[in-house]
Structure formats: C-alpha cells, structure tokens
C-alpha cells in the first residue's frame, strides 16, 4: 500500500460512499450466510488453516465481522489495479477468483495462487522496492513454515509412533 494508493482510496471512499457502504454489507451477509465449516477444516490439526479457524473465526463470531474493512479495501484496492486492464485479463482474474475460491468449501491457501499469479503479471508498474519486498516477505513465510515443519513435531494418539508435521 504506497502513499498514493492510501490517498487514492481516501478519495475513492470520500466519494463512493454509498458504494463502499453497500459493499460492506455485501460482504457482511456473505459472511453470515456463507460462511461453512467443513469437516475436514476442522478434523486435521496439522494445518495452518485449522489453528486460523479454531482460534479466531470458530471461537470468536464477530472477528468475522471485524475483517469486513480490511476486505473491503483490499477489493478496492484491487479495483485500482484491474480497472484500466484490457477486458480479457479482468475477465481472466475474475473467472479464477470465482472457480478457485468460490465454490470451493475448503479454506486452503493454494487456491489463491493463480488468481495471485494473474494478478502479479498484469501489474505493469512493478517498482523494484515492491518486488524486493514482496520477495523478502515470501523468504520469510517460507522460512517460518521450515522451521515449523521440521522443529515442532507432534504426536495423534491414534498414530502414536508416527511423527506429525504442520504444513500450509
């Protein structure tokens, strides 16, 4: 989020108002009416997603409703960089977004990988301190989800000798 971007969004809910509104309650009665926990989200523990939704959605209702403007932004944030791309990308991005998370009912992080990977290729104003930081962020991810894989096994009861791992 660059300084321009922040004033850009400013000014965006400055005068959309209504439509900022109307998006927050889009997604506010998407959170209540769609909102499934699906068996196997809940069954493995060896899971990021599993801790995410134990320990914050399942246990406490309204922080679904908490993360409201922060999607909220981060929609319109990513309006800014699709709106002035040729139809077929914005056709391409939204056509993965629906058919990779939409219908899915599992919450796993490689569903957002290629809607990620279309959106980064068409970004034409790629500034070398983004990419270095968006670089650094992955290595750090990455290192955390190694140390983690490798240093914090654990046990099932019902599989008392073989070692777990957490894994994305």
């Known amino acids: ?10 000014r965006f809910i400055r005068s959309h108002s209504i ?5 927050l309650l889009l997604i506010n009665a998407s959170i209540k009416y769609f909102t499934y926990e699906h068996l196997f989200l809940i069954s493995d523990n060896r899971h990021y997603t599993f801790y995410i939704w134990s320990r914050l959605f399942k246990r406490y209702t309204l922080f679904r409703y908490l993360l ?3 999607y909220s932004i981060c929609i319109i944030l990513l309006y800014f960089q699709i709106y002035d791309r040729s139809l077929l990308n914005i056709l391409l991005l939204l056509i993965s977004i629906i058919l990779l998370t939409i219908f899915q009912k599992l919450l796993e992080f490689r569903y957002f990988i290629l809607p990620f ?5 068409s970004i034409n104003d790629k500034k070398t301190w983004g990419l270095v930081f968006e ?21 099932w009861s019902t599989h008392p000798n073989i070692i777990q791992r957490f894994m994305y």
């Open 68 to 70: 409201t403007p922060i």
């Open 117 to 121: 990977i279309i959106l980064r290729l």
């Open 19 to 23: 439509i900022c509104i109307l998006l």
């Open 135 to 155: 670089f650094i962020q992955a290595i750090i991810i990455n290192i955390i989800t190694l140390y983690v894989f490798c240093h914090r096994t654990f046990f």
């Open 1 to 10: 989020l660059t300084k321009i971007n922040l004033l850009r969004l400013l």
